[in-house]
């Protein structure tokens, strides 16, 4: 059971010496291990994995809907177009690394950094460019609002499936950004992919956290949307019914994808239809699976692509039957499993994603005991990330997080801090305004859900929202609250293979990424009500910063590096981008840099 309570406590979160007595606590029952010294710092392999305690009342078998998950989660088939995957945006390193056709024109709405369809440079980086990359007062040579985001599928209208192909029909409807010369291009998000490795550790996903820890079978609401509810057959018809997992925010994020009509699906189409379509084609149809691959390769079709079995087995495998077994359909024709397919959807990509962590880095090692893992370098890097960079004040715990669930267990979801003004404030724990843009371009956390209601839990709990029983506000209706322009902390887990950097994607290297973090951010000044208070001017030297870089690179997992179990994949064709391989257990080529896959 999941409960809000107030206390008492000194100490602070993320930022000690600002912080006062009075958070809000979420209550979590697991037995993660105290967070040690050195800022926290130690092997994810000895942090547990925060797995849903309730998950057995949906599903039958655990490895059933890994296997399940995985075919989801990298089939093109599901998107409207038959041309994109989850595993399209999450590609190299959990991230997305293409070039061509990845700006978004941001607020204003206007391409400054290229055109739809365009190709990047690493010329064009930093998206803000200063005269003195050290002193972020110093002349601003250009400046850009511009967005790399994912590209997603072209703009139509939803007309309907065609049993046995990939692709639905729809009409065309023009769109007046993402078009070239008056033909639609390929949409783009606005905002940068994070990766989606070692998600499970979160307690919230997306850049504004509106995937909630909570999943309600439908969208990413959680227990904030009361209305959704999935349908169940004891033997008597269908039944509506409602569902909490706890600690599945893998799956709320994984259920706000193929209704999103940039990245995934054609305006109209419900998840029931994509249901319908998926279940009359072949899994991963189109796609070659390797007969090594890790969760796969016992169904991989050895005459070439996709797999031997059906999705409809596969879910009867993986799931109660109670959620797909019925004989009655609902009310516009939909078979139960048709019709609860978000359930499906969600959980088994949950189950999936839950495999995909990368704790045997370097960094791992070392602190497992192998002084030697570390170079010298990387060791004084270390020092700098612990300590005159401040980094582990957000980067914190294991996870390298300070919004996992692990550490929010410790810290508490929101509290009480002084701001970059230096008045006291109330802000979600785990979510910063850093200076990267100016607030008023994206205020992340600060805006409202699609229900209406605050993405940030401090003004949900300000607001007194209906969200349950257990929810108990004591934060005044007046007291201040600095969470617009806040971002979820990611890790920096793999970091030297997420580029671009940061919600907007400005940033192509980690060397820029350290400079931004050394002036005290681009935007300090303009978002100073709001800013993170230790966003300042650390002036660290050339070697600082040059060692602090290395250290982030010893956070690397070679089996993210080269797609080594769990990290396998079937083949995918990426639309403007590169076509991957199928790779097994044992993995393949290495995946490089952001940057070095760019052209001058």
Partial sequence: MISWFSVSRKGRVAHPARAVAGVIFLAIAAPWAAYGANGGLMSLKKVAVPEPSNLGTVVKDRNACVQLGKAFFWDMQAASDGAVSCGTCHFAGGADQRSKNTLHPGANKLFEKGAPNSTLKLSLFPFHKLSNP????????????????????????????????????????????FNDGGVNTRQVT?????????????????WDGRGQNLFNGVNPNGALDPAAKILADDGAGLKPESILIDHAALASQAVGVPGNTTVFTWKGRKFSDMGRKLLNLKPLGAQAVH????????????????????YASMI?????????????????????????????????????????????SPFDQFADGNAGALTATQKSGMSVFMGKGHCNECHSGAEFTAESVGNLAKTGLISRMQMGNGKLAV????????????????????AKNTLGLPMSLTRLAQSGANVGTTLKPPISPTERVAVDGAFKVPSVRNVELTGPYFHAGGMA??????????????????????????IENLALSATEKTNLVAFLKSLTDDRVRFAKAPFDHPQLVVPNGPTIPAVGKDGGAATQPFASTLAP
């Avoid at 007969?291 to 050895?302: Q, R």
């Avoid at 959807?345 to 045997?360: F, K, P, R, V």
């Avoid at 820029?512 to 230790?534: C, K, M, T, W």
């Fill in 134 to 177: 050290n002193d972020r007062l110093s002349p601003v040579v250009s400046d850009s609002d511009d967005i790399v985001g994912s590209q997603g599928v072209v703009t139509k209208n939803f007309g309907g499936i065609v049993l046995g192909e990939a692709e639905e029909t729809g009409t065309s409807v023009t769109n007046p950004i």
């Fill in 190 to 206: 606005n905002r940068n992919t994070p990766t989606m490795i070692n998600g499970v550790y979160l307690n919230r996903i997306f």
């Fill in 509 to 534: 290297t980690l060397e820029q990424v350290v400079d931004f973090y050394s002036r005290g951010g681009d935007f300090h000044e303009a978002n100073i009500d709001n800013l993170d208070p230790h």
């Fill in 291 to 310: 007969p090594a691959d890790s969760v796969l390769g016992s169904v991989a079709d050895p005459s070439g692509k996709g797999l031997t079995t059906t």
């Fill in 427 to 446: 802000y979600d724990v785990g979510f910063y305004n850093i200076g990267v843009r100016p607030t008023a371009e994206d205020i992340g956390v600060g």
């Fill in 316 to 360: 009867s495998a993986a799931f109660l039957p109670r959620y797909w077994n019925s004989a009655a359909t609902t009310a516009d024709g939909h078979s139960l499993m048709e019709a609860n397919f978000s359930l499906f959807w969600g959980l088994a990509l949950q189950c999936y994603e839950s495999t995909l962590i990368s704790n045997d």
